[in-house]
């Protein structure tokens, strides 16, 4: 590789925030990764010991931009089972609407971004305004189209009218058309299959040995979700299935993505159409009493794990988050491995990581030691040639 | 899925290198020391079918440091092993070989409180940006930013 | 108001730069709500390209460049050295609540407060994160601001009598003579 520094530049739109791996590669084949997660390191944890329990889940929910419902709803809901509180009903199937409102717009988003990584910017620009409309909905309910600020510790914080519940269900048909058209196009689109077929595959024994979530893991076979593994909000009661692959390559993924999309809509509409009467949210005490909890929720992502200890007082002690995305970046490493260079946007993208691909790669030739600088965009090209050359099969 | 594992097969299994008790339905604790983790780690994956490490909680409680380790497995059961560590030198072997995913965790534990985990050689930053002097570790409860440090960033105003 | 003056190639040059701009846009670090936001303002909904507005991944085709999110220590100097790699003439934008003073992570361990304490910001957007309007009225608010600077011949004018070039909202403050 050419001693050529690029500078280190935001790459392109459609790539979020930053992370840094060296690749280590031999020509074009990699043979080990390594990880520079400190772009992004705000120091939320240690802050969030410094704020009781209002003012800290505004702080906890910008964690991530895509997921923050998620990680509000953890939180709330493990300090709720620390002081031992149960919220009514309707608080209840208001947070999982929310919730799987979330879900859609994420696997919309990941979908889009997906196909803008092998060149098929029609599918970016589709799904992109799909979107929108689950946008609107979350708008009209909450106010806001990112960071709903809907949950507080004993319930919701707003409740959702009549009106609130028609708009969203008229949208609702019109959303599950649309999805039906990518199910149809990720079973007979050639563009899509050969270019995810085979690329960045991880068995079922790999998946569990690096801790893979999510639906990672689960287009590995891997059978765990922990909406019905680990019961929270009304998920024992609506009915909905787990999706699941075997393929367990970048096209599993994605056909486990869109599964959800259709079981994520019916769940929506089952809440919406059963809405229970009641209170919206119950007094919290201030203070909640000593102890510890590991409460766990299924983030679009994966597995989303908050490991909360309180001691008595109004604020927490030791909040510890691990997000899914951290938990597959080893399982993205060891897929990685003896793939071509040219792959890593797709299989990055595929795991559809939170803090995520990079702007820099380092390149350390391994023969020569020299090291070089490519940027995402020289990368995805040569990713689009690979897969455009007649020797293709 | 399997059966649920109970608190009595638990406390059988390790009954040497650890105690255990039931915290939530769903929950087993082990207390174990830090020279026992291998022994119990193994022990959790080989005898109580746990294949999965959810994650390896970090904490300071005042005294001591706390390393929880939560594992689980197709039986459903969260089985989490915690132990502690002294304030002033705090080393745990590591368990990145016979559990790869902890490797990520093990970097960024070490980054944020300075726990060592012997047996590794790369164990460099993963989480804290180039320019951070060595043996501060943020997130201890006795730490505080020194106005005189250079934790990085830009040094100087700006033009 | 100002007549723009100079050779006929260098009036094309203005009048290309105020009709389409190309964008950049760099993440300091955040949670990413407002980068999706400015992706969002390229989608079929809002639609910028139709305006010739480009987001570009290189700094050195840009004339503008978003910073989103709050600056991390890592992302400090890098902010910097892609600023600097920008031609002449340049806009900032930062966005949200973070760009302005570090939003929700304001004072924590790993944070520098502002984007301005980086580098010189030409408007500020509100918001957590910003709408995609919000973000596409900040782009007028440059063009105009780049239009003015082409009238003056420089950014200088708004440097002297002691007015910051900083703003807080979308306003224009008039330069007092």
Redesign the interface.
Known sequence: MPEVIVPIGPHHPALKEPVNFKVIADGEKIIRLDLDLSYNHRGIEKAAEQRDFIRVLPLIERVCGICSHSHTTVFAKGIEELMQLEIPLRAQYIRTIIAELERIHSHLLWLGVAAHEIGFNTLFMWTWSDREAVQDTLEEMSGNRVHYGMNEVGGVRRDLTPEQVNAALVRLPVLEERVKKYVDMVNNQKTLLVRFKGIGKLSKEEALKYGAVGPTARASGVDYDVRRDDPYLVYADVPWNVVTDTNGDVYGRTRVRIGELMESIGIVRYCLENLPEGPIRVNAPKTAPKGEILSRYEAPRGELVHFIRTNGTDKVERVDIRTPTLANWTSVAMCLVNQNLADIPVIVAAIDPCLSCTSRITVINSDNKKEGLINFDVLRKRFRTRYQSPERP | MIDPITLDFVREKIQDIGTAEQV?S??IRITTTPGRIRDVIRSVQELLSC?????I?????GKTLEL?Y?LTGSH?M?V?IALELPRDAPQVPTTSDIL??A???ER?IHDLFGILFQGRSDLK????????PENEY??RKDWA?DPGTF????KGE?? | MAVITGSLSQRLVNWARVKSPWVTLFNSGGCNACDIEVIACLMPRFDVERFGILVKGSPRHADIMIVTGHVTLKQASRLRRVWEQIPEPKYVIALGACGASGGVFHGLYHSVNSVDSVIPVDAFVVGCPPRPDEIINAVVTCLNLLKEDIAHGGKEWRQTKGIKNSKNTTEIREVIQ
């Open positions: 939530r769903n929950r294949d999965r490490l959810l994650t909680s970090a904490a300071d409680n929880i939560h459903r969260v989490s790869p995913p490797g990520i965790y960024q930053k993963i989480i804290l940006n180039e320019d951070w943020p997130l930013p934790y990085g960033g830009i700006r033009v």
